[in-house]
């Protein structure tokens, strides 16, 4: 069964961190490209990070570099995001996804259009 479900998210005060989990089956990481996205209320969905786990290439959005990191465990299926000094403007659901039309991609994209498997989202909120 191909499925993506993520967690981890919650509501979390400015400066704070979280790290969401990405649990998927039917998939070998190894071999296709993950991405994190997110989507905040009236505005579209903007892709934060990828990896593409056959070269260890990961790829982030201007606005999260050196806050976010992804990372997967292969052995056990998950992807993660670890967010650090969280801004409100982080405030979003936050997607997990997979691109299954390409195999064993040397390299990531971060429009959400490449990607055809999505989880249901987990709820990330900054406030004070």
């Known amino acids: 069964q191909l499925q993506l479900v993520e967690s981890g998210g919650g509501l979390v005060q400015p400066g704070g961190s979280l790290r969401l989990s990405c649990a998927v089956s039917?998939?070998?990481?190894?071999?296709?490209?993950i991405g994190w996205f997110r989507q905040a209320p009236g505005k579209e969905r903007e892709g934060i990070s990828c990896?593409?786990?056959?070269?260890?290439?990961?790829y982030y959005t201007d606005s999260v570099k050196g806050r976010f990191t992804i990372s997967t465990d292969s052995a056990n299926n998950m992807v993660y995001l670890h967010m650090n000094n969280l801004i409100p403007d982080d405030t979003a659901v936050y997607f997990c996804?997979?691109?299954?039309?390409?195999?064993?991609?040397?390299?990531?994209?971060?429009?959400?259009?490449?990607?055809?498997?999505w989880g249901q989202g987990t709820q990330v909120t900054v406030s004070s």
């Open positions: 039917g998939f070998n990481l190894d071999y296709y490209a």
């Open positions: 996804a997979i691109d299954s039309q390409r195999v064993r991609v040397r390299f990531c994209l971060l429009a959400p259009s490449h990607y055809d498997y």
């Open positions: 990896i593409a786990n056959n070269e260890g290439s990961t």
